[in-house]
């Protein structure tokens, strides 16, 4: 990378960084209860609530936000499309399949063993995606986001029925919906795995770059194509599933930020994922502040405030470059 | 030395390839030419392990090209498909630096930096380094493409079409770049060419395909006849020859 370009790249670094840290101390900040800093460490009640609830839910968004956008970004790179993304293509879909049949089976089972059969049947919906997604003509780019938004609808549809028949529509929309408002200490941790993920993906960002170039491509420079492949459907899925199982699904933050980091940066994945990361903690931590403040003291689940924000981002990109795909 | 042993393929009930026996030596430039549909790139994809050999054996410089690992081969043959898109919004200078992956795996060291600004300097790229790809011209596009396969830093290099989408002016450029990095650097060089005239003058050996099979081999003047040329493109031409180089006149 030139000089220029770097320094472009740690520009936009630092600002992203900046901004999170910002949002981070609001967040704690922000509640029905009060919970004055000045007297954090003199009032008990204050550290507590501080401890147990807001930076739970402030580290869940984060962690969220950072795992989703990086899905979105491999997820983009897997079907060298720049419209996919987990919840609009199936994976979501199936990791709310995989979790309701276990719920359906195994009423007893724990939230881990939830987490790895939604995880599961992530993998699988997303295989069966990307294998039919290949299959497509590149010349129509616009068929593998429709594909996606068919198939995770048909899914989609097979869950609600499922969910309709045994009465457990009320449960399912604690997974459709994301919303961190039930986030409390002891509730979230398995979202550290998903930051696990990020960290894997980050090791292995020159691969992702250069998958993104196409399979022949990949081969000549002595890729392992096929195991990358799957690789990267590992951290899709889990990352999807354990969003859907914690939190609930939370739409088009995998759609927007890597597309706009890839305007502002480009794609060579090494300089661009933490910058991808940090931007989705900071979309999904932002929309879920302003969750808490629209209608205060009540809430709006982020997903619901995601799904307006997210909309109107991503229409503006489409009709900021109508020319590109 | 590329060693090609009795290769056949098939898709389906289409025969693409039929006993292919070929040897390349190590050094030069061979053409393949030949009309569409010939085999010319199956060949080459099945050299550079792209597509998985059904029958006969390829080696290249002795390693089997089914059994030697993958990123062994990639220090050894890169290869530059006609088809290649890059949609990713990388930078020029990146995407060359991509070639120096299968010997590092993706650390950069000084001497890879160097090779990568001697690669863009030989394609006419130093200016361009800091451009994204998708704001080049058809014809840069394709230069970044051999840069990268160049700063591979491979003995073989195999090239499918690369001078679509290039003016006379880069095309000859290009030609020439390829003259000097097999003269100088003792590159051993596979090129797909449909510009008969570019084999003649650039290439020390053409291979003929049509059909599946190699129809003839041998140098410019054995092979430029119009005998031959109507065997394997199925009409006729003149051939004239203007200082020692036989020149096609196919046009009419």
């Not at chain 1, 929309?173 to 979202?191: H, K, Q």
């Amino acid at each position: 990378m030139s000089i220029a370009a770097t320094k472009q790249a740690s520009k936009t670094g630092w600002v992203a960084g900046l901004t999170l840290a910002v949002l981070f101390v609001f967040s704690l900040c922000v509640g029905v209860d009060d919970m004055p800093i000045i007297r954090l460490f003199s009032d008990g009640r204050a550290l507590e609530l501080l401890l147990v609830s807001r930076l739970p839910r402030t580290l869940a968004a984060i962690l969220t936000g950072a795992g989703l956008a990086i899905a979105g970004l491999i997820m983009q790179t897997l079907a060298r499309n720049r419209y996919v993304e987990p919840s609009t293509a199936g994976t979501a879909q199936s990791a709310e399949l995989g979790i309701l049949l276990v719920t359906l089976l195994l009423p007893s089972a724990s939230l881990l063993f939830k987490s790895l059969a939604a995880s599961a049947a992530a993998l699988l919906g997303t295989s069966l995606f990307l294998m039919t997604a290949h299959r497509l003509p590149p010349t129509q780019p616009f068929l593998v986001p429709l594909f996606g938004l068919v198939y995770g609808g048909v899914i989609g549809a097979a869950v609600t029925f499922v969910a309709w028949q045994a009465d457990l529509l009320q449960y399912l929309s604690v997974w459709t919906n994301g919303d961190f408002s039930g986030v409390l200490r002891g509730r979230y941790e398995l979202l550290w795995l998903g930051a696990l993920m990020v960290v894997v993906a980050w090791m292995v960002a020159d691969r992702l770059t250069i998958m993104a170039l196409g399979r022949d491509a990949s081969i000549g420079l002595g890729l392992d194509h096929a195991r990358m492949l799957q690789l990267g459907l590992i951290i899709v899925s889990v990352i999807s599933a354990l969003s859907v199982v914690v939190v609930g699904m939370i739409p088009f933050v995998g759609l927007v930020v890597p597309n706009i980091v890839s305007r502002l940066m480009g794609d060579n994945m090494r300089g661009t994922l933490p910058t991808v990361a940090v931007s989705g903690a900071i979309l999904v931590l932002g929309c879920d502040i302003l969750g808490r403040l629209i209608r205060y003291p009540y809430e709006i689940p982020v997903g619901t405030v995601m799904g307006c924000v997210g909309g109107l981002i991503f229409l503006w990109l489409l009709f900021r470059r109508p020319s590109h795909v | 030395m590329i060693r090609i042993e009795d290769v056949s393929l098939r898709h389906g009930q289409t025969q693409i390839l039929h006993d292919i026996w070929l040897t390349i030596p190590k050094g030069g430039i061979t053409a393949l030419v030949g009309p569409n549909g010939a085999g010319k790139s199956s060949l080459l994809s099945l050299i550079a392990r792209l597509q998985p050999l059904q029958a006969g054996r390829i080696s290249v410089d002795s390693f089997p090209v089914d059994t030697t690992p993958s990123r062994d081969l990639a220090r050894i043959l890169a290869i530059l498909r006609q088809d290649s898109i890059v949609t990713s919004r990388l930078r020029v200078r990146e995407l060359v630096g991509f070639g120096r992956f299968p010997h590092g795996r993706g650390r950069l060291t000084p001497d890879d930096y160097a090779i990568i600004d001697q690669s863009l300097q030989q394609f006419d790229l130093t200016d361009l380094s800091d451009r994204f790809i998708e704001t080049l011209s058809g014809g840069q596009r394709q230069r970044a493409l051999v840069a990268m396969a160049f700063a591979q830093g491979t003995d073989y290099l195999l090239l499918d079409e690369p001078l679509n989408n290039l003016d006379m002016f880069f095309a000859r450029e290009l030609m020439r770049s390829l003259r000097r990095i097999a003269d100088e650097n003792g590159k051993t060089i596979v090129i797909v060419l449909h510009d008969i005239n570019q084999a003649s003058a650039h290439a020390d050996r053409i291979v003929a395909m049509k059909s599946g099979r190699i129809v003839a081999d041998g140098t410019p003047s054995d092979l430029l006849t119009p005998k031959t040329l109507q065997a394997v493109f199925g009409f006729q031409m003149r051939v004239e020859t203007f200082d020692d180089m036989p020149v096609v006149l196919h046009f009419r």
